[in-house]
């Protein structure tokens, strides 16, 4: 539907014919062209800084307040063809001090964009990052501090949006559920691992032209900014904690840290982390979601989770619950009689204890414990016998059970099993704790972080969504490896290998999150579209090797 209050703009036909001089045009034609007026600026530099097209007047020049018939059917046509080219993420690209300048500009490219007809999914996306801006621009400074009503939001869009409406509806109910849980939040891993932005956009997505009801726009608009809000204060909280571990290192006496999961070496110095707090600065070039924002913002998580394990905070393992589900075939072995003595780590066991435990996801992913069955195979190789390594003491420390277990060399498609089953065996030889969000396994030299719903996938889950989630986390550790081996070695076959997996892979999980929406599951598509975007981020970053 579409709201009320949005008017179609007046055609270049309609328009045909009208008087040259702006005095003689009908104020519906002088209200457009004094709208057109205040909007120039931001489509001006939208224009030059992306290039788009060539201005029709000369830089830094307004459209004349008088224009001849000429020229004003010229530039609306101008607008109207810049409206099609740029895109929400451009905008946020704009330099604060011309986005920002005038609150009559941005509240004119705001209303052009509402009156657009037959909208489209990037006109959406302008929409709702535009009306939350302005929002952020217009409202008081204690709003950045204090609670925020949609009342208060439907007041500030006023002049935007003339029939706000505070009125909350049924369908948006999610979206205040999500900000309730916000308050939970001590991290970014927090907001990422809970999916709260891939839950958002997908409301958004599934909401069709229920979107632009003005009582849903005030809705967004706050969840927007309240999100946002977060996000910066969850940021900051982040960096501050990096910061504080590189001193707390030093202060020790400890002057390298083992870095590899955020894309750093195993001994990478605390001078050179120094340096990257103090020079790191936030993405503002893409949306949040973006692949290649994502990326920085997770390589920033992935750092303070390093240098918290290396100043030894990670929380101590709780016993285990449940029963796991059962390994790849690969990976099976007889029970022993209920009397055997302790058994050596999983990789190293021929017998399997009838009571190995899982640990329980968090509370939201709690799922029913599906019977022990075998887990599938990746369908992308032949399923591969182990190596049998060498046994190890039940006394040795994590890391060195984790190294024994760890595939040699997973060069691509043929090895996907084998990386497979060494994930599966190091879950279970070191079952996440209770709280924690991620995980970590080695495979070779690489760390590899996993999401506590792809451990889920790995050891108490067995169903379609499962076996997804599992081949996505093989097909990240596989060029995590290839990435390793071609800095290490300069070797570029096992990256090449991975590389052409990973992306036949990524487009079958498109397909799954798409079907997942359009049978409402919620979960599985916004699980699976996180661990998506992860290995997209993964292939983008290994793609810049081969460059």
Aim: some cysteine.
């Amino acid at each position: 539907m579409t709201p009320k209050t949005l008017q179609p703009p007046t055609s270049p036909a309609a328009r045909a014919g009208k008087p040259g001089p702006a005095g003689a045009m009908s104020p519906e034609i002088a209200a457009q062209w004094a709208e057109a007026r205040l909007a120039y600026p931001l489509y001006a530099a939208l224009t030059t800084q992306f290039r788009l097209a060539t201005l029709p007047h000369p830089a830094g020049e307004l459209p004349p307040a008088q224009p001849s018939q000429s020229v004003l059917d010229r530039d609306l046509l101008w607008l109207d063809a810049i409206d099609e080219k740029f895109l929400a993420y451009q905008i946020r690209q704009l330099p604060p001090n011309v986005l920002n300048a005038s609150e009559e500009s941005l509240r004119a490219l705001v209303r052009r964009q509402l009156r657009r007809e037959n909208k489209t999914t990037a006109d959406r996306d302008k929409i709702d990052f535009l009306l939350v801006q302005y929002f952020a621009l217009c409202a008081p400074e204690d709003f950045c501090r204090r609670e925020i009503s949609r009342e208060d939001v439907a007041h500030i869009l006023k002049p935007v949006l003339p029939e706000a409406d505070a009125t909350l509806l049924e369908w948006l109910q999610p979206l205040e559920v999500i900000l309730g849980n916000l308050g939970e939040c001590q991290s970014l891993r927090d907001v990422m691992e809970r999916g709260f932005l891939e839950q958002g956009r997908l409301l958004k997505e599934s909401s069709g032209c229920m979107f632009y009801d003005p009582a849903a726009l005030v809705a967004f608009t706050r969840f927007n900014f309240l999100l946002r809000r977060a996000f910066i204060r969850l940021l900051h909280a982040d960096l501050s904690a990096v910061r504080e571990a590189v001193e707390a290192l030093e202060a020790k006496g400890i002057k390298t840290a083992d870095c590899r999961r955020a894309g750093f070496s195993a001994a990478e110095t605390t001078a050179h982390l120094r340096h990257f707090c103090q020079n790191w600065r936030q993405p503002f070039q893409k949306d949040y979601t973006e692949n290649t924002v994502r990326h920085d913002f997770e390589q920033l998580l992935a750092l303070r989770a390093d240098l918290e394990e290396a100043l030894g905070h990670a929380r101590p393992a709780a016993p285990p619950a449940t029963r796991p589900v059962a390994p790849p075939a690969a990976a099976q072995k007889k029970q022993p009689p209920a009397a055997a003595k302790p058994q050596p780590p999983v990789a190293a066991q021929k017998k399997q204890p009838p009571a190995v435990a899982k640990p329980q996801p968090p509370a939201a992913e709690q799922k029913k414990q599906p019977p022990a069955v075998a887990k599938p195979q990746l369908p992308t190789a032949p399923v591969a016998k182990a190596p049998s390594p060498k046994p190890a003491s039940p006394a040795a420390p994590a890391a060195a059970r984790r190294t024994a277990t760890a595939p040699a060399a997973p060069t691509g498609a043929a090895e996907a099993d084998k990386c497979l089953e060494a994930i599966w065996e190091q879950l279970i030889a070191e079952p996440p704790s209770h709280g924690r969000s991620m995980s970590t396994v080695i495979i070779q030299d690489s760390k590899v972080l996993l999401s506590s719903w792809e451990v889920a996938a790995f050891v108490s889950e067995d169903s379609k969504e499962a076996e997804d989630l599992r081949r996505a986390v093989v097909a990240r550790a596989l060029v995590a490896v290839g990435v390793s081996e071609r800095k290490h070695s300069g070797k570029s076959g096992a990256l090449a290998s991975a590389l052409a997996l990973a992306r036949g892979e990524v487009s079958y999980f498109q397909g799954r999150v798409e079907q997942a929406k359009a049978s409402k599951n919620t979960e599985a598509a916004v699980n699976l579209g996180i661990s998506t975007k992860r290995l997209h981020s993964s292939i983008e970053e290994a793609e810049k090797l081969q460059s």
